[in-house]
C-alpha cells in the first residue's frame, strides 16, 4: 500500500521565480493538505483540497495556489518566490475529514536562493 | 486566534529515564493528535485522543486528553535513542473535525545512551 508520495524531493530556485510541487497520496485517501514547515518549527497549514476544490486556506498569501485533480493527486504552486519561501513543504492525505489522523509525505525541500 | 503550545521545547534525558512533552491549547479541542517527526523525516502519525480524559497506552508511550479538552500530555517510560525526535500535538481548527490542523512548535528529544 503505497505511502504519500511527493516530487521533487530538492529544488533550488531563485527570487521571483515560479515553483510546483507535486503530491500524490495515499492509496484510498481523498483528501489532500498542504503544509509549510521552516527550520525549527512545527508545520503551518497553507491549504487542503476534496473533491477537486480548496476547502480552507491557512494565513498565507495569494502567490500560494493549488490543484487537486480527479485522481485525487495535487499540485502546489508558488508564485514570485521570496527568501522566506525556503522550507520544507509536507502534503498530507485523509479520508474525509481527517478523522483517523494524516499521513504525511516525506516533503520538498525548497530553497529561494 | 486558536493557539497550540508545547512545553518544554527542548528535552535532553539519559537513556532509561523517563520523558514528558505538554501540550496547550487557547480554545477547547474535538481531538487531539500526536506526530513524530525524525530528524530530517516527516511527520508521523502516533495517535488521536477524542474523549475527554482519555488515555491510551503504545508500548513505552502514554497519551492523556485532558477533562476539558484543552490540554494533553505524551509520556515515554524508560526512553531508548530509537526514541529520538520531535514530537508535535497537533488539533483542528474550530469545532469540527475537518481540514486545519494547528501544530504546536514541538518537543525535541535528544536520549544520550
Known amino acids: 500500500d503505497a505511502g504519500v508520495t511527493q516530487s521533487p524531493t530538492h529544488l533550488i530556485k531563485t527570487r521571483g521565480q515560479q515553483v510546483t510541487l507535486r503530491c500524490s497520496p495515499k492509496s484510498g485517501h481523498d483528501t489532500v493538505s498542504w503544509y509549510q514547515q521552516a527550520l525549527g518549527q512545527g508545520p503551518q497549514f497553507i491549504f487542503q483540497y476534496y473533491e477537486e476544490e480548496e476547502r480552507q486556506r491557512g494565513n498565507f498569501p495569494d502567490r500560494f495556489s493549488g490543484h487537486q485533480f480527479p485522481n485525487y493527486s495535487s499540485e502546489l504552486n508558488v508564485n514570485a518566490l521570496l527568501l522566506g519561501d525556503s522550507a520544507l513543504y509536507l502534503c498530507a492525505s485523509s479520508l474525509a475529514g481527517g478523522t483517523y489522523g494524516y499521513t504525511f509525505g516525506s516533503g520538498t525541500r525548497l530553497t529561494v536562493v | 486566534g486558536q493557539q497550540v503550545m508545547q512545553i518544554p521545547q527542548y528535552q535532553h534525558v539519559q537513556e532509561g529515564e523517563d520523558f514528558t512533552t505538554y501540550c496547550n491549547s487557547s480554545t477547547t479541542l474535538s481531538n487531539i493528535q500526536w506526530y513524530k517527526q525524525r530528524p530530517g523525516g516527516h511527520p508521523v502519525f502516533l495517535i488521536q485522543l477524542v474523549k475527554s480524559g482519555e488515555v491510551k497506552k503504545q508500548k513505552r508511550l502514554t497519551f492523556q486528553f485532558g477533562e476539558a479538552k484543552k490540554n494533553s500530555s505524551l509520556h515515554i517510560t524508560a526512553t531508548q535513542t530509537t526514541d529520538v525526535g520531535t514530537y508535535f500535538c497537533?488539533?483542528?481548527?474550530?469545532?469540527?473535525?475537518?481540514?486545519?490542523?494547528?501544530f504546536g512548535q514541538g518537543t525535541t528529544l535528544q536520549v544520550k545512551p
Open positions: 497537533a488539533g483542528p481548527r474550530g469545532s469540527g473535525n475537518t481540514g486545519k490542523l494547528i
